[in-house]
């Protein structure tokens, strides 16, 4: 079974810096799919970035990037110039043969002003 | 753009009464999910919906668990005797294609508190 894992429970970032938030995943597939989805207080789920396993590049998405690592089976999210609305818990989560998504267990990112 | 909606936002509930959780997909979407956290958890696949059958079901997806497409919009979630621990937030999904091939978008969820 595929595993997610998120090992920070919380992250906090100064504004207008940047900050990585880490990803790690198990999988025997070759073809996959990982997404990185926000949650705000409000608690819905917004996707942020999508990356597909085939592709070497790595997918960019204005202010947002992933660092796609497939040996290593990481795929960490960086914020730039982070803003005050990116405050969220953030979830990485797998999509792979079968159609569900693994989500891991997410991290709080604070934005400080 | 096209969203995905779910009624009610919040549903309270006497244990052991049936609850029905509702979802209006994207209209051209083919495959529907729903998903639940339990608060301060992470988000747990329940089951996955194609072509009028269930395509895959989580262990969590048990006989008090069910899901019907009744009229071509609509997408339910029924739970027949409701337990404390079914207390959470429920998400519907919906995604053109499977398997990640377009990503799968949420509504806002349903909060369902069993009393």
């Known amino acids: 079974a595929q595993t997610v894992t998120q090992s920070q429970p919380e992250m906090s970032v100064q504004e207008a810096e940047t900050v990585t938030l880490s990803c790690t995943y198990d999988?025997?597939?070759?073809?996959?799919?990982l997404f990185w989805y926000k949650q705000p207080p409000s608690r819905q789920m917004i996707l942020v970035i999508r990356q597909e396993a085939y592709k070497q590049q790595n997918a960019t998405e204005n202010r947002f990037s992933v660092n796609f690592q497939k040996a290593a089976k990481s795929f960490s999210l960086k914020i730039s110039d982070s803003q005050l609305g990116d405050a969220a818990m953030y979830f990485c989560?797998?999509?792979?043969?079968?159609?569900?998504?693994?989500f891991g267990t997410g991290t709080r990112l604070t934005i400080i002003p | 753009e096209p969203e995905v909606t779910q009624t009610p936002s919040h549903q309270v509930t006497q244990m052991g009464q049936e609850v029905i959780l509702r979802c209006v997909p994207i209209?051209?979407?083919?495959?529907f999910y729903w998903y639940r956290q339990i608060l301060g958890q992470k988000v747990e696949f329940l089951v996955s919906f194609y072509n009028n059958e269930i395509s895959e079901k989580s262990e969590i997806f048990d006989d008090q668990f069910s899901v019907e497409r009744p009229d071509g919009s609509n997408f339910t979630l029924k739970i027949r005797s409701t337990k404390l621990e079914d207390s959470a937030m429920y998400f519907c999904?919906?995604?053109?294609?499977?398997?990640?091939?377009?990503?799968?978008?949420f509504g806002d969820g349903t909060r369902l508190s069993i009393l």
């Open positions: 999904a919906s995604s053109g294609l499977r398997q990640g091939k377009q990503p799968q978008h």
């Open positions: 999988t025997s597939e070759s073809d996959y799919y």
């Open positions: 209209s051209n979407h083919l495959y």
């Open positions: 989560a797998y999509s792979g043969g079968n159609e569900k998504l693994t």
